[in-house]
Protein backbone atom coordinates (compact mmCIF):
# COMPACT_ATOMS: atom_id res chain seq x y z
CA UNK A 1 0.00 0.00 0.00
CA UNK A 2 1.28 3.37 -1.19
CA UNK A 3 -0.01 6.99 -0.42
CA UNK A 4 0.81 10.16 -2.16
CA UNK A 5 -0.12 13.69 -0.45
CA UNK A 6 0.08 16.74 -2.04
CA UNK A 7 0.70 20.27 -0.42
CA UNK A 8 1.59 23.79 -1.63
CA UNK A 9 -1.50 24.68 -3.38
CA UNK A 10 -3.05 28.02 -2.93
CA UNK A 11 -4.05 31.16 -4.23
CA UNK A 12 -1.60 33.48 -5.97
CA UNK A 13 -1.62 36.40 -8.50
CA UNK A 14 -0.85 36.50 -12.14
CA UNK A 15 2.97 36.44 -12.47
CA UNK A 16 3.62 34.54 -9.04
CA UNK A 17 5.18 31.53 -7.91
CA UNK A 18 4.43 28.54 -5.91
CA UNK A 19 6.20 25.43 -5.22
CA UNK A 20 4.22 22.27 -4.51
CA UNK A 21 4.85 19.11 -3.00
CA UNK A 22 3.75 15.44 -3.09
CA UNK A 23 5.31 12.89 0.09
CA UNK A 24 4.72 9.15 -1.08
CA UNK A 25 4.91 6.65 1.71
CA UNK A 26 4.36 3.37 2.54
CA UNK A 27 5.44 -0.02 1.47
CA UNK A 28 7.96 1.33 -1.24
CA UNK A 29 10.27 -1.03 -2.95
CA UNK A 30 11.76 1.65 -5.99
CA UNK A 31 10.07 5.00 -7.35
CA UNK A 32 10.89 4.90 -10.59
CA UNK A 33 9.12 7.81 -11.80
CA UNK A 34 7.41 11.16 -10.56
CA UNK A 35 4.81 13.35 -12.68
CA UNK A 36 2.71 15.86 -11.74
CA UNK A 37 -0.69 16.17 -14.12
CA UNK A 38 -3.37 18.49 -13.51
CA UNK A 39 -7.02 19.20 -14.12
CA UNK A 40 -8.96 22.01 -14.61
CA UNK A 41 -12.97 22.10 -14.64
CA UNK A 42 -14.51 20.41 -17.77
CA UNK A 43 -11.00 19.87 -18.95
CA UNK A 44 -9.06 16.54 -19.00
CA UNK A 45 -6.34 16.07 -16.92
CA UNK A 46 -3.23 17.05 -18.62
CA UNK A 47 0.53 16.07 -17.89
CA UNK A 48 3.01 19.12 -16.61
CA UNK A 49 6.21 17.42 -15.48
CA UNK A 50 7.26 13.93 -15.21
CA UNK A 51 10.96 13.02 -13.49
CA UNK A 52 12.63 9.52 -13.89
CA UNK A 53 14.90 7.13 -11.50
CA UNK A 54 17.99 8.58 -13.87
CA UNK A 55 17.16 12.13 -13.48
CA UNK A 56 15.59 12.82 -16.49
CA UNK A 57 12.91 15.55 -17.09
CA UNK A 58 9.90 16.27 -19.75
CA UNK A 59 7.62 19.18 -19.81
CA UNK A 60 5.36 19.84 -22.46
CA UNK A 61 6.06 23.37 -24.51
CA UNK A 62 3.33 25.26 -22.41
CA UNK A 63 4.94 24.92 -19.57
CA UNK A 64 8.55 24.74 -20.21
CA UNK A 65 10.92 27.55 -19.13
CA UNK A 66 7.86 28.17 -16.23
CA UNK A 67 7.75 24.99 -14.08
CA UNK A 68 10.69 23.38 -12.72
CA UNK A 69 10.35 19.18 -11.37
CA UNK A 70 12.89 17.95 -8.64
CA UNK A 71 12.72 15.42 -6.09
CA UNK A 72 14.38 14.36 -2.82
CA UNK A 73 14.92 11.01 -3.02
CA UNK A 74 15.96 10.42 0.75
CA UNK A 75 12.51 11.61 2.10
CA UNK A 76 9.98 9.95 -1.09
CA UNK A 77 8.91 13.68 -2.03
CA UNK A 78 8.42 15.19 -5.48
CA UNK A 79 8.55 19.51 -6.06
CA UNK A 80 6.86 21.42 -8.70
CA UNK A 81 8.40 24.93 -8.43
CA UNK A 82 6.27 27.67 -10.97
CA UNK A 83 6.87 30.29 -11.65
CA UNK A 84 5.35 33.36 -13.58
CA UNK A 85 1.96 31.57 -13.17
CA UNK A 86 -1.01 32.63 -15.40
CA UNK A 87 -4.65 32.39 -14.63
CA UNK A 88 -4.96 29.64 -17.43
CA UNK A 89 -2.61 27.63 -14.83
CA UNK A 90 -5.65 27.39 -12.63
CA UNK A 91 -6.27 23.90 -11.94
CA UNK A 92 -6.07 20.64 -9.47
CA UNK A 93 -2.51 19.59 -9.42
CA UNK A 94 -1.93 15.59 -8.67
CA UNK A 95 1.02 14.07 -7.91
CA UNK A 96 1.58 10.36 -10.17
CA UNK A 97 4.45 7.92 -8.87
CA UNK A 98 5.20 4.63 -10.76
CA UNK A 99 6.69 2.31 -7.78
CA UNK A 100 7.52 -1.21 -7.07
CA UNK A 101 6.10 -2.65 -3.57
CA UNK A 102 8.62 -3.43 -1.22
CA UNK A 103 7.18 -6.91 -0.88
CA UNK A 104 6.06 -8.21 -4.25
CA UNK A 105 7.92 -5.42 -6.03
CA UNK A 106 4.91 -5.12 -8.76
CA UNK A 107 4.89 -1.96 -10.82
CA UNK A 108 1.68 0.04 -9.98
CA UNK A 109 0.55 3.90 -10.58
CA UNK A 110 -0.73 5.86 -7.61
CA UNK A 111 -2.45 9.34 -6.87
CA UNK A 112 -2.66 11.61 -4.93
CA UNK A 113 -5.80 13.24 -3.81
CA UNK A 114 -4.51 16.25 -5.70
CA UNK A 115 -4.08 20.09 -4.06
CA UNK A 116 -5.97 23.49 -5.38
CA UNK A 117 -3.99 25.97 -7.34
CA UNK A 118 -6.07 29.00 -7.90
CA UNK A 119 -4.13 31.88 -10.62
CA UNK A 120 -6.22 35.42 -10.01
CA UNK A 121 -5.85 38.85 -8.94
Known amino acids: QVQLVESGGGLVQPGGSLRLSCAASGSIFSIHALSWYRQAPGKQREQVAT???????YYPDFVKGRFTISRDSAENTVYLQMNDLKPEDTAVYFC???????????????WGQGTQVTVSS
Open 96 to 110: NALISDFLSQRRSTY
Open 51 to 57: ITDGGGT
